[in-house]
T-cell receptor, first 113, second 114 residues
Framework: TQLLEQSPQFLSIQEGENLTVYCNSS?????LQWYRQEPGEGPVLLVT?????EVKKLKRLTFQFGDARKDSSLHITAAQPGDTGLYLC?????????????FGTGTRLTVIP | GAGVSQSPRYKVAKRGQDVALRCDPI?????LFWYQQALGQGPEFLTY????????KSGLPSDRFFAERPEGSVSTLKIQRTQQEDSAVYLC????????????FGSGTRLTVV
C-alpha cells in the first residue's frame, strides 16, 4: 500500500493568513499531483510535480516536491474564501506498469472572510 | 465532450438491488479509472482501463463489483446485490495516457444504499 498522509486534516483560518499543507509517504513517486475538490464535485487538478526538489508556483499557491520524491507541500499565501475546499495530494507509483494514482487522506481548508 | 460526464448524479438503491453507473470520458482519452470516495476521505482506486482492456482491477472490493468498457470509450461500473457499505461517491477519471500527468475527474455518482 502506497500510503500518503496529509497534515493537518482540518484547517480553519482567517482571510489573508498564510498556510502550509503537508503530504508525506515512505514510498517514492514518479510524479505527485495536487487536487482541490469542492462539495458535490470531482477533484480538479492544480499541479503536477515530477522532479525531486521541484518548486512550482500558481498565483498564490506554491508547490514543492521533496528531494527524495516521497513528500510534498502546498503553501498558500494570503488565503481567500475562494480557496476553501478539500485539498488532496496524489502520487503515481515509481514502478513499471503502474498507472493508478494513490490519494492522500485530504486536508479540509476553510477560509473565513 | 469537453469533460468527463457521469450519470446518474445521485442514486438511491434498496439493499440487494443491482445498480449501474455510467462514465463518458473525454474523447480520445485512452486511460479510464474508477475510484470510490467515502465521506471526508480521499478517493480509493477501484479499477483501470486502457482502451477496452481492463489492466488492473485490484481495488474492486468484492466480486459484486464489475466494470466494463467494451468499445474503449464509455464505461459502466456495476454493483450487484448492493449493501450499505457500498454507499459512497463513485468517481470516474480519464487521461490521455496513464497517471503521470494527472486525471480529469467527473462530478461523481453519489450512491446511497438504504
Amino acid at each position: 500500500t502506497q500510503l500518503l498522509e496529509q497534515s493537518p486534516q482540518f484547517l480553519s483560518i482567517q482571510e489573508g493568513e498564510n498556510l502550509t499543507v503537508y503530504c508525506n509517504s515512505s514510498s517514492v513517486f514518479s510524479s505527485l499531483q495536487w487536487y482541490r475538490q469542492e462539495p458535490g464535485e470531482g477533484p480538479v487538478l492544480l499541479v503536477t510535480v515530477v522532479t525531486g526538489g521541484e518548486v512550482k508556483k500558481l498565483k498564490r499557491l506554491t508547490f514543492q516536491f521533496g528531494d527524495a520524491r516521497k513528500d510534498s507541500s502546498l503553501h498558500i499565501t494570503a488565503a481567500q474564501p475562494g480557496d476553501t475546499g478539500l485539498y488532496l495530494c496524489a502520487g503515481a507509483p515509481y514502478q513499471t506498469g503502474a498507472n493508478n494514482l494513490f490519494f492522500g487522506t485530504g486536508t479540509r481548508l476553510t477560509v473565513i472572510p | 465532450g469537453a469533460g468527463v460526464s457521469q450519470s446518474p448524479r445521485y442514486k438511491v438503491a434498496k439493499r440487494g438491488q443491482d445498480v449501474a453507473l455510467r462514465c463518458d470520458p473525454i474523447s480520445g482519452h485512452v486511460s479510464l479509472f474508477w475510484y470510490q470516495q467515502a465521506l471526508g476521505q480521499g478517493p480509493e482506486f477501484l479499477t483501470y482501463f486502457q482502451n477496452e482492456a481492463q489492466l488492473d482491477k485490484s481495488g474492486l472490493p468484492s466480486d459484486r463489483f464489475f466494470a466494463e468498457r467494451p468499445e474503449g470509450s464509455v464505461s459502466t461500473l456495476k454493483i450487484q446485490r448492493t449493501q450499505q457499505e457500498d454507499s459512497a461517491v463513485y468517481l470516474c477519471a480519464s487521461s490521455i495516457q496513464g497517471a503521470y500527468y494527472g486525471y480529469t475527474f467527473g462530478s461523481g455518482t453519489r450512491l446511497t444504499v438504504v
